[in-house]
Nanobody
Framework: QVQLAESGGGLVQAGGSLRLSCTVS????????IGWFRRAPGKEREFVAA????????YHVNVVEGRFTISRDSANNTVYLQMNSLKPEDTAVYYC????????????????WGQGTQVTVSS
């Protein structure tokens, strides 16, 4: 059974940091690219970042480049999204996702989804 469980969301002031975690079922973690998407109020879901199953290559959408960093911890089957210099426009529900290849997510979709975690950035 594929499971993706997000944690780490919350309320933070602009300029602050949060780290989101996504714990993935072992089989899925070892065979899938893992990524993050977000959906802001009144907006469509958008791709944020993804990392290959090998952990050797990652992608970040331009609006978060230099502020957000995705990483994998193979020992714990966990993918992290470190978010620094947060802005009010980063407020959204953040979803962890998995797909067989990273290109699926950079095109805006995924095969498996977590339940989401709320991130709220106050001004």
């Amino acid at each position: 059974q594929v499971q993706l469980a997000e944690s780490g969301g919350g309320l933070v002031q602009a300029g602050g940091s949060l780290r989101l975690s996504c714990t993935v079922s072992e089989r899925t973690f070892s065979s899938s690219a893992i990524g993050w998407f977000r959906r802001a109020p009144g907006k469509e879901r958008e791709f944020v970042a993804a990392i290959r199953e090998s952990g050797g290559e990652s992608y970040h959408v331009n609006v978060v480049e230099g502020r957000f960093t995705i990483s994998r911890d193979s020992a714990n089957n966990t993918v992290y999204l470190q978010m620094n210099s947060l802005k009010p426009e980063d407020t959204a529900v953040y979803y962890c996702a998995a797909a067989p290849v990273i290109a699926t997510m950079t095109r805006g979709t995924a095969t498996y989804w977590g339940q989401g975690t709320q991130v709220t950035v106050s001004s």
